[in-house]
């Protein structure tokens, strides 16, 4: 089971954060997803639309810190992700500061023409 959790935000909306395995084989060993709609039931299914299907959020164990919160609300999409903590390539130490990557960078699709 995916560790996560959701931040309601004062306007109604939510913040949902994932921890999950990479769906990329060549990928990183685990990745946070960070995804911002109306509702949880609407943020997973945002996830699921995308061909993350086993998508599920129990509990609320690792909720968005609020830099995490603040990135996705900057985002244009909504939609973010970066190395889990903890999870370093080649089992390495993660990276001290890595950036918040757009989820088309995570699941190999093409950029949408301009």
Known sequence: MAAGGFCKLPNGTVVVALNLPSPAADGPAGVRVLVHAQNRARALTRLRNLGLRAVYLRGNAAPPTPDEITAVL?????????????????GGPAPAVELWHPIRALLGRPAAPA
């Open 74 to 90: 900057h985002h244009p999409d909504g939609l973010i992700w970066r190395t889990a903590p903890g999870s370093g390539v080649l």
